[in-house]
């Protein structure tokens, strides 16, 4: 593992063994914490964040080393210097670069021109980050992840993509609704059932949210719109009618089903209030786990695992 960009690059067992490592950085936080002494990683953020920023920060921090971010006005990513001059001078300074881009191309370019490791931490296709900590918290609430009915309601993005890689590396059964035009890309679709086909996972694709929700064991939704989608906005509301996750949706999904979120939530939209705040709602220790699995993955790129 050079570095994280897709979970699509990953073995089961790197899942697995990233969830274990995971499980010791949770435990015995005092263990690792000159695990990286004297390392430095860089964040480039071409879009807002809350807890990519700061799990990344704290983690390198509670690892022994150092994050610097970088916003948007301060690399300019490909305005202001070309990506492959970034990518090039900064492995000269640092020893990882996460980076948050509009385009998936740019992290590519990024890592393909990087001596160091180069993490997504969210592109407009993939969150690999995301979906580690999701699958992680899935089988801690849940003790397994083999066979688990895992719905996704809502958009076929970046979360998604990330999640149904995931899901079918691990043997979790996922049903998915969007509405008509909101459904993942073909090929992230191909890759996904090829990965189904060995690990047995089974994945269905439907339009209607009752269907995807039924009997559920984890309920997941994400935003309507996107970080970059904003001008969409009005149409997003309308295609997604239907498509939000509340009490009546929740109704179809098996007793004590699990409701999850990447948050940042649109509460009123995608889900309502009662929902995200309600007792199914793991949302928050889903968030927390954003830092533990992160800092797994850290410890694994970064050399910090003796
Ligand atoms: N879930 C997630 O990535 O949150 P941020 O956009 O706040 O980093
Ligand atoms: N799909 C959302 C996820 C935010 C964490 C976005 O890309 O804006």
């Not at 407009?124 to 009915?149: F, N, W």
Request: charged share 25%.
């Amino acid at each position: 593992m050079k570095h994280f960009i897709s979970i699509s690059d990953l073995t089961k067992k790197e899942i697995e063994d990233i969830f274990s490592l995971t499980d010791e950085v949770k435990a015995k936080k005092d263990r690792f914490k000159e695990a990286l002494n004297g390392k430095s990683l860089a964040l480039i953020f071409q879009k807002p964040s809350n807890r990519t920023r700061v799990s990344f920060e704290a983690g390198m921090t509670q690892l022994g080393g150092h994050a610097i971010y970088l916003g948007p006005d301060d690399i300019k990513l490909g305005v202001r210097e070309a990506i492959k001059d970034v990518a090039k001078v900064l492995s000269g300074y640092v020893d990882g670069i996460v980076a948050r881009t509009f385009s998936h191309n740019d992290v590519l370019e990024l890592a393909q021109n990087a001596a160091v490791p180069v993490i997504n931490g969210l592109s407009d296709l993939m969150h690999p980050c995301q979906a580690m900590a999701d699958v992680y918290t899935i089988r801690e609430k849940l003790g397994g992840l083999s066979g688990i009915k895992l719905a996704f309601v809502g958009d076929g993005n970046n979360v998604l993509n990330s999640l149904l890689q995931c899901a079918v590396k691990i043997g979790i059964n996922m049903s998915i609704a969007a509405p008509k035009g909101y459904e993942p890309k073909k090929e992230i679709i191909k890759g996904a059932m090829a990965d189904a086909a060995k690990s047995g996972s089974r994945v269905f694709f439907t339009n209607d949210p009752a269907d995807a929700a039924k009997d559920a064991q984890v309920l997941y939704t994400d935003v309507w719109t996107s970080m970059g989608q904003e001008k969409e906005y009005k149409k997003r509301l309308n295609d997604f009618k239907g498509f939000q996750v509340n009490k009546k949706l929740l109704a179809f999904a098996k007793k004590g089903c699990l409701v999850m979120h990447c948050l940042p939530a649109h509460r009123g939209e995608e889900i309502t209030d009662e929902v995200l705040d309600g007792p199914n709602s793991i949302v928050i220790q889903e968030a927390e786990n954003r830092l533990h699995v992160q800092k797994a993955i850290l410890l694994k790129l970064l050399d910090g695992v003796k």
